[in-house]
């Protein structure tokens, strides 16, 4: 039987390209020693001597293959989430995103929503929360949040809906108290929330989706967080033309922060909020350039929180200010633009000049702050 040295330098880049192509993960160059380790792993599970056997196994089109598939991307998959991850993008859900989809919806009182890469469930049951507390008549709504991953064991998890403490890191103590049970130190999701929530197995990349005749489709707003973090830019845009196909026309697509930069998003209007920007689908894409709208307080608060004089003094009366962390998340949001967006208001400078000037002075006042 081979052991791990004996995985040459052209085979396991073979097997990060297959990955890429399968899944979207990119193999980063320090995950590489740990990428051979689970080779190795799955080989011995399955008793396959050699590498190359291995290789051909995921590489073919069988039953088999797909099955291990399912056990490989258990070990690639990283799975940290926990219950309404970033404040400021679920304070946007609460009071801007979901009472506008509420207020279409109005009529038909049908509401779909998609997490994408849910891992264990904490963002499909925290949305599914949101409702709950936007609508307390929400039983009369035919609401559904589907929770989809590439990943069989965190589903599992998921479907049962039992967490510990570490899972609350960010949560209101009564939204803890209104819509868990704790036994044990367990929290288990309370049953006037379960029924909302539905997960499904699937990759993202290389499943069919939108899906008709199932749930896969017509979405009103799409989730997908901490999930493109971890993929090659292909496999991004792949994915992104599945997103727009998969929402309703206006639907919503809400991103981890600079997850998007550098992709085209032609079909998608970006409406750009001081706690994140949030895209949604044209009524209809075809032949419209792609276009940024800015809500009236975010000229203000680029004007106000990205200063153009950024010589050192400015920047030293900022950062006593404790304007620092403002200018960087100003920044975040303009990474997310494609580079050649103008911004009137800033000098007519483009998102990319904007950028290389504010990362080489916040640089240049303090090395740590990117
Ligand atoms: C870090 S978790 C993010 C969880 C959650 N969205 C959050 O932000 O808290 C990333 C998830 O993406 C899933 N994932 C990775 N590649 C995927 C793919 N090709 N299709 C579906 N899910 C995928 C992983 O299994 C993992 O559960």
Request: proline share 5%; charged share 20%.
């Amino acid at each position: 039987m081979a052991n791990i040295d004996d995985l040459s330098t052209g085979l396991k880049q073979a097997f990060i390209q297959l990955i890429a192509k399968q899944t979207g993960i990119k193999i980063r160059e320090r995950d590489r020693d740990a990428l051979s380790e689970n080779i190795f792993l799955r080989m011995k599970a399955l008793q396959v001597a050699f590498p190359e056997d291995y290789y051909q196994l995921l590489n073919s089109k069988t039953l088999d293959s797909q099955q291990e598939w399912q056990k490989l991307v258990v070990l690639l998959t990283n799975l940290e989430s926990y219950f309404f991850r970033d404040k400021e993008q679920f304070y946007l859900l609460q009071s801007k995103i979901l009472p506008d989809i509420i207020e279409r919806k109005q009529a038909n009182k049908t509401i779909r929503i998609c997490s994408a890469g849910c891992s264990t469930g904490e963002e499909p049951y925290s949305l599914a929360i949101l409702l709950k507390e936007i609508l307390p008549n929400l039983e009369q709504w035919n609401l559904l949040v589907l929770g989809l991953d590439i990943n069989k064991e965190a589903l599992q998890k998921a479907k049962i809906g039992t967490y510990r403490a570490w899972s609350f890191r960010n949560v209101d103590k009564l939204i803890k108290q209104r819509y868990f049970q704790i036994i044990n130190d367990y929290y288990h999701i309370a049953p006037q929330i379960k029924p909302f929530v539905k997960f499904q197995i699937l990759n993202l990349v290389n499943d069919p989706f939108p899906h008709p005749s199932s749930d896969l489709q017509d979405f009103d707003l799409i989730l997908c967080r901490n999930v493109f973090i971890y993929f090659e830019p292909p496999a991004i845009a792949q994915v992104l033309d599945k997103f727009y196909h998969a929402l309703q026309p206006l639907g919503y697509l809400l991103t981890g922060h600079s997850e998007l930069y550098g992709q085209t998003l032609n079909q998608f209007q970006t409406n750009v909020f001081p706690e994140s920007l949030v895209y949604q689908r044209r009524e209809d894409s075809l032949g419209y350039p792609y276009q940024v709208s800015f809500p009236n307080n975010l000229t203000g608060y680029l004007e106000e929180n990205l200063s153009l004089d950024m010589n050192r003094t400015t920047l030293e009366r900022d950062l006593e200010k404790n304007n620092l962390k403002m200018q960087q998340s100003a920044l975040n949001l303009l990474k997310q633009l494609p580079a050649d967006t103008k911004l009137p208001k800033l000098g007519n400078l483009t998102a990319a000049e904007l950028i290389l000037q504010l990362e080489s002075s916040l640089n240049a006042i303090n090395p740590d702050s990117l």
